[in-house]
């Protein structure tokens, strides 16, 4: 396993028992699947945000957050992964997604603010949001798991996403599913009133 410079050569702190990193198939089996998963969806909202949807750009966008929230689904409907002493080794710092959300921004300009009620049993008032943000806070949480994941900690990338899906991402990835799906449904759905027609 390799590690970064502040880490212990080991990877784990000297208290940290030896133990395998994924216990069991099941466990490998997921890891693999939301890691392919998550990659699809950073190399989807990637070309999206370069301006290669062009004017299908909001179709595909909720094709990609429809596709990663199966992945959140998954996460969710499987047992609570634990870490054991409840410690997360450090990994490299996050990329910075500036250059995704402007592109995502810049493509859906039209319609990027949104208001949102985040916690439908708790917020009394609308909120504003915006879609480029959403997704790109998605892509920040899938890249941090990722990190583990690529450096061998299978555990600690499925604790990272499963904690994160339920906590942060998967709140912003559904409120994006939904405002897609409005933008959709009006551009197909909304018909200007014919003359003479009441």
Known sequence: MSSSP???????????????????????RLAEGVAGQASDFLDGVGALARGDGEAETVPLLLLEVSQILLAGA???????????GNWEPRIAADPDLDTLRAGLAGQLAACDEYAELFDPYADGH??????????????????????????GRLLEALWWWQYSYLNHWGNHATAALRALHAVLAHALLDVTEEPGQA
């Open 6 to 28: 502040a880490e212990p050569q080991s990877g784990h702190p000297q208290s940290c028992p030896a133990r395998p990193e994924v216990p069991g198939e099941g466990w490998q």
């Open 74 to 84: 998954r996460l969710g409907a499987s047992k609570d992964v634990i870490l054991p």
């Open 126 to 151: 609308p909120t504003s949001f915006r879609l480029s943000d959403d997704i790109a806070t998605v892509a920040a949480d899938l890249i941090h798991g990722l990190a583990h994941y690529r450096e």
